[in-house]
């Protein structure tokens, strides 16, 4: 059984950064495509972030050239590095391998000043 542990969220100012990282069991993220999603309040759902097997990564447009994920394969921990945060970043965040229906209890991330 897949479990995802999300962590590193919190309040930050616009402009600022935070680093999330997503700790995960049951499989291992160096064999999976991991990806990182997220929900505004109100809103669907959407994937941001996807990284392969192999290390390449993929971005939605609305966080692409401020976002980065990455992973350690030693430690089984995928990770998302949010620079130059806006307020409309706001959201709870997800980790989770593609192929897999398992959730974690998300992060909460707000971008306020």
């Known amino acids: 059984q897949v479990q995802l542990v999300e962590s590193g969220g919190g309040l930050v100012q616009p402009g600022g950064s935070l680093r999330l990282s997503c700790a995960v069991s049951?499989?291992?993220?160096?064999?999976?495509?991991m990806a990182w999603h997220r929900q505004a309040p109100g809103k669907e759902r959407e994937g941001i972030a996807t990284?392969?097997?192999?290390?390449?990564?993929n971005y939605a447009n609305s966080v692409k050239g401020r976002f980065t994920i990455s992973k350690d394969n030693n430690k089984n921990t995928v990770y998302l590095q949010m620079n130059s945060l806006k307020p409309e970043d706001t959201a709870v965040y997800y980790c989770?391998?593609?192929?897999?229906?398992?959730w974690g209890q998300g992060t909460q991330v707000t971008v306020s000043s």
């Open positions: 989770k391998p593609v192929l897999s229906q398992s």
């Open positions: 990284i392969t097997s192999g290390g390449l990564t």
């Open positions: 049951g499989t291992v993220v160096s064999l999976s495509a």
